[in-house]
């Protein structure tokens, strides 16, 4: 069965990196190839935001306007693995974040991964 794993939240001082993995199972590396990804927030009494979003051969990548220029999405569809690297972090940064896979058109499907915590504070 499809799943996919987040790992790599934690804590973390402002101003410090952390990189963030998505894991894919289920999937055969040409299918996993077929989905965009995208990486998702909730933060503590908000609702679930798009952060970042990659299209499925990697081609195109889009960002929140709160995270531009510090967070970089990238996959490896080999690996079947996607990636959110986070730098310059902010106490706003933190949340619990999620990875998402996306196929758009007449088959469209979404997963979704359980989340990972992302807590920034010194």
């Known amino acids: 069965q499809v799943q996919l794993v987040e790992s790599g939240g934690g804590l973390v001082q402002p101003g410090g990196p952390l990189r963030l993995s998505c894991a894919a199972s289920g999937f055969s590396a040409l299918t996993f190839s077929t989905y965009d990804m995208g990486w998702h927030r909730q933060a503590p009494g908000k609702e679930r935001e798009l952060v970042a979003a990659i299209t499925s051969a990697g081609g195109t990548t889009n960002y929140a306007d709160a995270v531009k220029g510090r967070f970089t999405i990238s996959r490896d569809n080999a690996k079947k693995t996607g990636y959110l690297q986070m730098n310059s972090l902010k106490p706003e940064d933190t949340a619990v974040y999620y990875c998402?896979?996306?196929?758009?058109?007449?088959?469209?499907?979404?997963?979704w991964g359980q989340g990972t915590q992302v807590t920034v504070s010194s």
């Open positions: 998402s896979a996306n196929r758009r058109g007449p088959t469209a499907r979404a997963y």
